[in-house]
């Protein structure tokens, strides 16, 4: 049908406009002189979802028989869109950028395809925000699991090093030695996963095909991978020298009097090397935050909470070593107090693993919290968007019969019915607006304006026509940003002024704010507002929706019509109701919202299933950092287990003693993260997606167990080992 549109004069239209017409294809309609052949009904267009028809049905004809129908004379409006295509590689926001200006003065818009995608659903921009959030937590699990395996083998190589040292090896040479083995380390880590990656971008398309809408095309970008190598090879070396600046302290006695100083690394002067490598990891994780941060008050409250949340951990682990030396009661069977005294033992990682296990668990809960409530908000969204039928131009002695026909249609539903008013701004605090054509060619003609009008209101949003309505509550799909709504602000003293609500994004348009007044023009009758109240509107719910909002007593009386929303499965129901209303009144125009609701129901599908892809890897990525976290410590506990061992200890006395001792350090560190990841995924969904937080607690529990049962699995896998090595081993070693 689209090809043979130039061919002669057909036209294809909307299917709402054959219904209301009682129209079928093969039929004839006249626009203007000319009649058309309606050649086929629109299903849907692409790069339009479908809001052009929501003020009137769609007719598709091709440009070259517009002349012909003599609609675009003198008085007409009409609106223009071109469609850019831009070179591979190029980015329409950077693009866009420098063209922004000359292009709103002159009074054209101007979007890009994730905008409008974004002005669809807001599922689009949840995604690009929580994907975001993602890689920062998915770099920051990295970097726990670089710190807590390269701890354990710098544990293992202190021999190495003071033996190094005693041939003469200095501190800075054998702190070289292990840093480029560690950055060597990351490099082969960063290829792995770059392949990895890479392998997953061309194999995941020809899995998942079936669930998208469009063939999509793969290709290598050697700058994205080259950027993800060297940021992998940064994070590991950042993270790898906090347990690698130790090695400065061994000293070459430490090769024969092990036994005696176990904490070898121990000194009692500040060292400033390790507080230079803190600072270095703090402005890592400053530097990742800011490449997704839009402001700095953003990039500052991510920043100290990262802080905060390490200072709580710390502060936890410090507390759990000393109030198991307090609580320690002789009473107690002997594995459980040997387990608890091994949190403050010499040489224990009470801290190292809290800390860890604790991080680990605030960086896993607090994305699986933000997923849920993500997910919670567009299935809220969907759910509570159920028109798919409206009709437009209702009159005010149709509304009653109107909604008796909707009612007796069997598989629809009535929701609402909504008044609206035509209307223009003809002042704004005292100041007529200008509507004098935008001509480009007149652009740098003189300014023929009386002298003290050069601020007078302009653009776009001055001079469009308004259709607003009026109530005398907030509807669901709106939030108060700023101000109060109507009655609860006091009246300025004077002339009464009526009160209105402006959504905040047609309010910066026109440059007004709280308190500001606006001039009306209703249909020729002046009516002075004063703005109370700034609203932030969800354009993605299917409701009618409002840039401007009055008191009811305001505009009861002026001119309006109505539009009338209702739900109607598909198929049947939707052309029932839309034929008995246009049959009973014909002026009365209906429009079908089903393939918007596909559409944007797609959308949201697509973005779920990329939310929950992104939720699961990144939830898998704290296993090993766990594993690390507890096999740091498996060095000391071989050991001291060996030692048990020949002292008498059986198998099922060991191993409740390390029962005791990682259930302790699995509860505080799953704890703690648990209850801290309350308010990060608080703070996330307040200042990031802006959407209300709700604690999934019992989710939130389960990740807790979930935790807890691994940190002791895995710290009682480790504790195999202890039957592995003989006793000899263990005092060879000695």
């Not at 949190?343 to 994305?367: I, K, M």
Request: with cysteine; glycine share 10%.
């Amino acid at each position: 049908a689209w090809a043979g549109l130039h061919a002669s004069k057909v036209a294809i239209v909307d299917p709402s406009l054959l219904v209301a017409l009682g129209a079928q294809v093969g039929d004839s309609v006249r626009l203007g002189y000319t009649s058309f052949v309606i050649s086929a009904a629109l299903a849907s267009v692409p790069g339009d979802p479908g809001f052009a028809s929501t003020f009137g049905p769609r007719i598709y004809i091709s440009d070259k028989f517009v002349g012909e129908t003599r609609l675009l004379t003198f008085g007409s409006r009409a609106d223009y869109d071109a469609f850019v295509r831009l070179p591979a590689g190029t980015s329409p926001e950077t693009w866009l950028e420098p063209l922004r200006a000359p292009l709103d003065s002159v009074g054209i818009r101007a979007r890009t395809v994730s905008q409008r995608e974004s002005s669809i659903t807001e599922s689009i921009d949840q995604l690009a925000d929580f994907l975001g959030i993602v890689g920062i937590i998915a770099l920051l699990l990295g970097g726990v699991g670089v710190a807590s395996g390269v701890n354990a083998w710098v544990a293992r190589k202190i021999d190495i090093v003071a033996v190094l040292r005693c041939v003469g090896a200095t501190s800075r040479q054998v702190m070289l030695i292990y840093a480029t083995q560690a950055a060597l380390m990351g490099l082969l880590g960063a290829m792995v996963g770059a392949a990895i990656g890479v392998g997953i971008q061309f194999a995941l398309p020809g899995l998942i095909k079936d669930y998208l809408p469009v063939d999509v095309t793969t290709r290598l970008e050697p700058v994205a991978i080259g950027t993800g190598i060297l940021l992998g090879v940064w994070i590991a070396l950042a993270f790898a020298l906090r347990p690698l600046v130790a090695i400065r302290r061994i000293s070459p006695l430490q090769a024969i009097r092990r036994t005696v100083d176990p904490q070898g690394t121990r000194s009692a002067t500040p060292d400033w090397a390790l507080r230079f490598v803190n600072a270095f990891i703090a402005l890592t994780v400053i530097g990742i935050a800011a490449t997704r941060s839009n402001s700095w008050l953003e990039l500052g409250s991510f920043s100290g909470g990262i802080a905060a949340v390490l200072v709580l951990l710390w502060a936890s682990a410090v507390g759990l070593s000393r109030g198991a030396r307090r609580a320690l009661r002789q009473g107690w069977p002997y594995v459980v107090r040997q387990g608890v005294a091994n949190l403050y033992r010499p040489a224990n990682q009470t801290r190292a693993v809290v800390l860890s296990l604790g991080f680990g668990a605030f960086l896993v809960s607090t994305l699986y919290l933000v997923q849920a409530n993500l997910l919670r908000q567009i299935q809220l969204t969907q759910s509570s968007s159920r028109g798919n039928l409206i009709f437009f131009d209702v009159q005010g002695d149709q509304g009653a019969g109107t909604d008796s026909i909707l009612r007796a249609t069997p598989g629809v539903e009535l929701l609402e019915r909504t008044p609206i008013v035509t209307m223009r701004v003809a002042a704004i605090n005292g100041k007529a607006v200008v509507r004098r054509p935008l001509n480009p060619s007149s652009q740098n003609a003189p300014d023929t304006r009386p002298q003290g009008d050069s601020a007078q209101p302009q653009g776009w949003a001055a001079r469009r026509e308004y259709r607003s309505t009026y109530r005398d509550t907030v509807t669901s799909s709106e939030t108060l940003v700023s101000g109060k709504w109507f009655g609860e602000t006091p009246a300025p003293s004077g002339a009464p002024v009526d009160e209105v609500s402006l959504e905040v994004s047609i309010a910066e348009d026109l440059g007004v704010t709280l308190g500001d007044r606006v001039t009306w023009d209703v249909q020729g009758a002046k009516v002075e507002t004063r703005i109370t109240s700034l609203r932030e509107v969800n354009w993605a719910r299917f409701e009618t929706n409002f840039f401007v909002v009055f008191p009811t007593k305001t505009l009861k009386d002026a001119p309006q019509t109505f539009v009338v929303l209702a739900s109607a499965g598909e198929g049947p129901p939707v052309g029932e109701a839309q034929r008995a209303v246009v049959n009973r009144y014909p002026n009365v125009a209906s429009i079908d919202l089903t393939m918007i609701r596909k559409t944007i129901a797609d959308i949201s599908a697509r973005a779920t299933l990329a939310i929950q892809f992104l939720t699961i890897f990144s939830l898998s990525m704290g296993v090993p950092v766990l594993f690390s976290a507890v096999a740091a410590t498996r060095r000391e506990r071989v050991r001291e287990g060996v030692l048990l061992k020949t002292l008498g200890a059986t198998r099922r006395q060991i191993g409740r003693i390390l029962l005791s001792e990682y259930a302790l350090l699995g509860t505080l560190g799953a704890l703690s993260g648990i209850v801290l990841s309350m308010g990060g995924a608080w703070a996330i969904m307040k200042w990031v997606f802006e959407r209300p937080f709700t604690p999934a607690l019992l989710e939130a529990g389960g990740i807790g167990l979930a935790m807890l049962a691994m940190a002791v699995g895995i710290g009682m896998l480790s504790g195999r080992d202890v039957f592995r090595e003989t006793a000899m081993s263990a005092l060879r070693e000695n």
